[in-house]
């Protein structure tokens, strides 16, 4: 489920209301899927000059599917922040109940286009 934030564009400052996720569970709601790789969660379009941005921070996606628990933390140098590993491993465990097995080894993602290309290609939980 989505919180409402306040956010600034970073291209224009002006300053608006936007929903940002922070756990994904594509087990529980299969459509995050779409909805993420089209672009509609955590990058929203500014209404005053319509700039696309990357709002919010570090968020997990849990896909069963695959088997897999994508960490995502954006980092321009590649290099996730230890502590922002951590703040996801604790919202993990209180998220998700039922430990899983590979839940041990989440995947580290740190760019949105990786991201991407990541959750399209679906498969078999190997990254």
Known sequence: ?????????????????????QVL??????????????????LPFCPHCGSAFLAGSEFLI???ECKRV??????????ADPASIQLLRNTLSVAFRRKKRYFKRPVVVTDWNELM???????????
């Open 1 to 21: 489920m989505p919180l409402r934030v306040s956010c600034v564009c970073p291209s224009c400052g002006h300053q608006f209301y936007t929903e940002i996720w």
């Open 25 to 42: 569970d594509l087990g529980e709601e299969p459509g995050l899927r779409e909805q993420l790789l089209r672009g509609e969660i955590n």
């Open 62 to 64: 849990h896909d069963p």
């Open 70 to 79: 994508i960490f995502f933390i954006p980092a321009p140098s590649g290099e």
């Open 117 to 127: 290309l990541l959750l399209a290609e679906g498969g078999d939980g190997q990254y």
